[in-house]
């Protein structure tokens, strides 16, 4: 299982970002952010269908993940950033199952991070 994530960068308060991760297959997907001197976090999650979505609660309303079938991608959009925001964003695939996947110790498979800067 290979992912490939990117769309990082440096942002302003109150801007938008995409990232975007190409997996070599079909499965379980969720972004985790991991903030300097913190613990990787679940940031949102999607089922193998896509038909199931979860996010955090500090970006419930503000992010959204989707999938592309056509394209084994998924994407998460990121708007309203905060500098609280600010992480290494990681894609990740959990293989043995449909559902969301929402833990670290769930995923199976992590993609090499994407760094998100917002400023205030």
């Known amino acids: 299982v290979q992912l490939q994530a990117s769309g990082g960068g440096l942002v302003q308060a109150g801007g938008s970002l995409r990232l975007s991760c190409v997996a070599s297959?079909?499965?379980?997907m969720g972004w985790f952010r991991q903030a300097p001197g913190k613990e990787r976090e679940f940031v949102a999650g999607i089922s193998w269908s896509g038909g199931t979505t979860y996010y955090a609660d500090s970006v419930k309303g503000r992010f959204t993940i989707s999938r592309d079938s056509a394209k084994n991608t998924v994407y998460l959009q990121m708007n309203s950033l905060k500098p609280e925001d600010t992480a290494v964003y990681h894609c990740a695939a959990d293989v043995d199952t449909l559902n969301v996947v929402r833990t670290p110790g769930g995923v199976d498979y992590w993609g090499k991070g994407t760094q998100v800067t917002v400023s205030s």
């Open positions: 297959g079909w499965y379980a």
